[in-house]
């Protein structure tokens, strides 16, 4: 008889440095993406309420220097989203070559060469006064979006984004084919060396809510769940991506990531060979934040728990409003 176990896995958790030797997961600033929202209207910044620590920036000075901390922080990523001044119907403001998102490529790339990788998403809702991702054809009293007349508006915008700078670019709006519409339109102008980051398997998702608010594009009528996919769905992801993939993604996407951490697993197994990204969206940042506001939750721990989660789950790459806030806890020695 055995009085005292001899088999004992506590010996690796024996203190931390043990803990760091054995760690499965490692996580880098090099992998981290920080999402901005650039503003056409205001001269200074402004927080969204909704995302307490995010900001609306103008194309200035003020944006400059804030990618000058980011970039000192360690992170060298950042996605671009705009708030223009003008909305219309088929959402013309985004394809403008003086638009907010080109002009802030432009100055971003100026100021910083290459030592910044500059991803600009591609979509439309932000940029439409009806707020879908695509044309609408018809009214709240019923209507569709038209597929394969947006792409070509998809295309037009991805192509002033590629001009203007960017060095990916990130169609979002979850239109069949809109991945290699773009690719034919980016090679056709010259812009072979363009990467796409597909968000290939984006779900309907209520976590978008407070990036709703931040860039002004709820729907004015409708919702997204002709286009975005059914949160009960797990492997009709792989189908979505291996479309994307055929179409010519560079890099594909799970969006959101907390809450589909199984999606992400599901993807990196079927398609190990692509650079798999994963977005904690907007309202899984805010729900930490709250909790870490009322005092409920350690907020820098369960931060950091969650972006390893997401790691450990099998993403490459990960989009976080938390990208700074990480870059720091990690080079501050951060550790279980
Ligand atoms: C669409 C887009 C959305 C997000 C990124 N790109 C909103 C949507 O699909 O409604 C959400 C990001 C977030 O919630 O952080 N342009």
Redesign the pocket.
Known sequence: MVEYPTLRPRRLRKNEHVRKLVAETTLSPNHLVL?IFVKEIGNSKEEIESMPGVYRYPVNEELIKYIEEVKENGVNSIIL?GIPSYKDEIGTSAIKRDGVVQSALKMISETFGESIIKIA?E?M??YTTHGH?GLVIGNQNGYRIDNDESLKVHADIALSLAESGADIVAP??MMDGVVGKIREKLDAAGFNDTLIMA?SA?YASV??????EA?T?KPAFGD?RTY?MDPRNAKESLKEIALDVEEGADIIMV??AHTYLDVIRLVKENFPHYPLAA?H???E?SMIRAAGQKGWIDEKVAMMEVTYAIARAGADIIIT?FAQEIAKSLREGFTF
């Open positions: 999402p989203f998403d979509c809702d932000e991702c979002s709006s968000y984006k976590f978008y809510g407070p990036f709703r860039a594009s997204r975005q969006k959101p977005y969206v907007s309202g940042y409003y």
